[in-house]
């Protein structure tokens, strides 16, 4: 039995195709601006990776922020139901997973079976979200992917007294025009930003294990700064974190086929 | 007796003179990022205005962001006192002053002799600051000046749904994209923002008159947008808004020196 799941996210599209329990093709692209041609693209490429066709799905279940707006899926999940679930069938033991997406940050709960038990979401203010790390990278000169491998080398701590992106935007600014090295500095932005995402994680109450799903669990240095600061070690999934959305799409879709 | 007043703010800084309870004159330029330079620049072009030398001031004192790095000054005085006491001077029955700074909101009430009894502070967050605009205006690619003006043509404003000033500024592009009017755009950006404020003045109760200072109370749109979300009537200062913190720090001054601020 053949399903497939697709998340069509703020910045990136993302769709699982897959059988039982095992991934037989899984793609990201960067999202477009309407969220149906998103969904083909994406979807079609993961079907060709898996070396199939649309007509092989049982079942396709959509999810993300242009989840209602995906033309060939049966149903539509959450995103926090589908990152719980996705995130349960890599990591069994996972009782809480930290989700930072383009453009929110959510902190859920779940039980053994991946259901959500409890979850706080942030979506009004970007500082927490990935947004923060864009507008930071940006600025910066690097790209997201060095704005976490650069922070390891950093000498001097340096920290952002702002919370908001604005407001640290500037201090990132001082702090160049300062001559402060882009590694102390982006150490700070990726401190700031795990700073957030604590504060989220802790009222929605850690319970292990701790898993991270979301683009940004990509960023070792937002990894490493969140794990000191809630005192847990945050377990490494065994595929792309990005892709925990599409998949617990696609185990939704397996559960309908089921009839469970 | 000459006294005088500057306040060093994010974007922009202001000095007043006084001359035995009379504004002799006032200046105000944009900020640098030397706030020593900065004042001293400010505070020449105001001596210059009034056509006195620096010596001639017995007093000052300054405020602003910037207040502790005036090197001139006496002395220094909060910012959130020193929009009270001016905009009471020029307005004397006034008990509220909503302050749009370039970098913050300020909601302060006061008492019939202009000390502050309460008070509510945003800097924490960029939506709700003259920040908030000056962003959206250089996303739209218009001048901030031009802002008030261009509103007032709106006939469809915009929902503006994201507080966050990054997230607005994304929706706001995607507004562009739309197709939809330069003035609903911008007259949407005035709501949501004085929302915002409304807020934070609610906060502490509104209490009649009221009335704006600081750069953003030169806006005629978000004047009016401010009116509406607050539902009360906002008295139009009767003197440059911008200038009512250097006012208050030289009424703080000329205190200082007489002690007595009826003086």
New interface residues.
Partial sequence: MIVAGCDVGSLTSKAVVLNSSRILGQVIIKSG?KPEESAHQVMEEALSRAGLSMKDIGFCVGTGYGRDRIPFVGKSVSEIACHAKGAQLLMPTARTVIDIGG?DCKAIKLDAKGNVVKFFTND???AGTG??LE?MAKILGISLDELGTLSRQARSPLSLA??????AQAEVIHHLNARKSKADIASAVNQAMAGRVAILARSVGIEKDVCMTGGVAKNTGVVSALEKQLNVNIRRLRTDPQIVGALGAAVFAKQRMEGA | MIVAGCDIGSLSAKAVIMSNGNILASHVIYAKPEPEELAREVMDGALKKAGISMDEIKYSIATGYGRNHVPFTNGSESEIACHGRGAQWIMPDVRMVIDIGGQDAKAIRLNENGNVIRYAYNDKCASGTGRFLEIMAGALDVELEEMGEISLRARNPVTISNQCVVFAETEIISLINEGRDLSDIISGLHRSMAHRVASLAKSIELEATITMTGGVAKNKGMFTALKEALGVEIRKMEADPQIMGALGAALFARQAVSGNKQA
């Fill in positions: 601006f453009q009004k203010c970007a947004r923060f507008v702002s919370t908001c992106t604005v407001w």
